[in-house]
């Protein structure tokens, strides 16, 4: 079985700090985090009467059970009939069937809510989602890792099925500074216990229907779980997912329209009308300029500030549109990041300049992939000459550069869709302005990248 879309996460307090899942090819580990919720104790009090009444036992529903086969592993799943999740349990498991029981209910309790503001549940194939609670054949172990998502695979394609790892049984032996959190009924049903599940079950929503699993979207979905915020303007998706709190302060976008978001989403992913091939035998995944367009629609206004503004998504991968016209002049795009200056009859007649994806890309030497990827900018229109030369500025950020490289190593270059990249003749590095410049005769892709 092949481990895909694999989704990084921490837990940090009571408050789930994340580092990119799904938002990037290769998301790095993260921070050293907590294995368990700080400051919760579900023991008693040390003050306590230890020989007070602590009321009759919490009862909850047991949960149909089966032998299954992950990856040539004996697993116990325990699955009600019509769910789209299970819980699933190496042989022999290591986990009390009561907190399994109510990990489930748990969930399940708050699974209506969730995908009130996901607009969609998992896509098929993706189901079950298997929740797995202890290091096992499929999970490994933690490390630094509070919870991880990713998909089945096998050589037809995606699925069937997808995984997430909350590792609780390891959250409960965490030492100390960490705090650790017994496998308890009472535990398995809180709801702020419910928050990392909700988030890497987000995460699952996403996969195949869209390139990327937008870690933003996540973070403030399971903040609303949480009880944690109830607006995408409320601090703590300030301070833990910025791009939704830049979303709703700048374009007024809230909870509602991030689920009718990700409807239309579904919807165009469902008709065929994705355009990034992402996998074998699967519609085309939409991308991410299609969700850009969704949510200028439900903002009424371009939400390309947004999206970018906290740096959890490049600008070159939500995309952006310009009209060129025989009158020439100067067109600005990607707020301001890449300017054409274009002579009067550079064009014959009024069109629209679109994204392509910025996937595809161009050979560079170890260590520039991150920033070659951050500076790939794809104008289409096909690749017909212009009628007049362009003069075509990018700019660019030296802090993706690798330690100890030149600024004034960096040239322009034009990807043609068949061939090898060409560096543009007399391209020149401004590094005052942190800007690359060129004299260009055509459309297409432009990288800027090192000699």
């Known amino acids: 079985m092949t481990l895909l879309h694999l989704v990084r996460c921490a837990l940090l307090g009571t408050l789930l700090l994340l580092t990119a899942c799904g938002d990037e090819d290769d998301p790095s580990p993260g921070d050293p985090v907590d294995a368990g919720v700080q400051g919760r104790d579900a023991g008693t009090d040390a003050g306590s009467d230890a020989g007070s009444d602590a009321g009759p036992p919490i009862e909850v529903p ?12 004996s697993y116990v799943a325990y699955q009600r009939a019509g769910d789209t999740f299970r819980i699933v349990c190496q042989a022999p498991c290591p986990i009390d069937e009561s907190y399994i029981f109510a990990r489930y209910a748990g969930f399940r309790a708050v699974k209506d809510d969730l995908l009130s503001l996901t607009g969609v549940d998992v896509v098929s194939k993706m189901a079950p989602v298997d929740i797995h609670l202890a290091s096992d054949s499929v999970c ?17 394609g995606p699925g069937p099925g997808s995984n997430v790892c909350l590792w609780d049984l390891e959250a409960s032996q965490a030492q100390p500074p960490n705090v650790p959190r017994p496998l308890t009924v009472e535990n398995a049903l809180a709801r702020e216990n419910q928050v990392l599940v909700a988030h890497e079950y ?23 779980i949480g009880g944690e ?61 299609q969700y850009h367009r969704i949510l200028d629609g439900l903002a009424g206004e371009d939400t390309f500030a947004g999206l970018t503004l906290a740096g959890e998504l490049r600008p070159n991968q939500c995309g952006d549109v310009a009209s060129f016209t025989p009158a020439g002049g100067t067109v600005s795009m990607y707020g301001g990041r890449v300017r054409w200056e274009l002579p009067a ?19 560079v030497p170890s260590g520039w992939e991150s920033f070659a990827g951050a500076h790939n900018y794809s104008f289409t229109f096909g690749e017909d000459p212009l009628l007049k030369q362009a003069r075509l500025t990018v700019s660019y ?27 543009v003749p007399g391209a020149q590095v401004d590094t005052a302005a942190n800007t690359v410049s060129g004299t260009v005769s055509r459309l297409g892709r432009y990288i800027v990248a090192p000699r």
């Open 62 to 73: 047991s949960i149909p059970a089966q032998t299954v086969t992950l990856g040539g592993q």
């Open 229 to 289: 915020a109830q607006s995408l303007c409320d601090a703590t998706n300030e301070l833990f997912a910025p791009t939704a709190w830049n979303l709703c302060q700048q374009h007024g976008l809230d909870y509602p329209q991030l689920a009718e978001s990700m409807r239309r989403i579904d919807t165009l992913w469902s008709r065929g009308d994705g355009t990034e091939s992402l996998f074998l035998g699967v519609p085309l995944a939409t991308s991410m300029y």
């Open 397 to 423: 950020d030296p802090s993706l550069m690798p330690a100890g490289a030149s600024e004034s190593s960096l040239t322009l270059y034009w990807k043609p869709a068949a061939s090898i990249a060409q560096e």
């Open 345 to 363: 009859g550079a064009v014959a007649s009024e069109f629209h300049v679109g994204p392509g994806s910025w996937r595809s890309g161009m050979v």
């Open 202 to 224: 987000a995460h699952v929503v996403f996969f195949l229907r869209h390139e990327l699993s937008h870690e933003w979207f996540v973070r403030a979905v399971s903040y609303r």
């Open 140 to 156: 490994g172990s933690p490390g630094n890792l509070a919870g991880a998502s990713f998909m089945n695979s096998t050589p037809e």
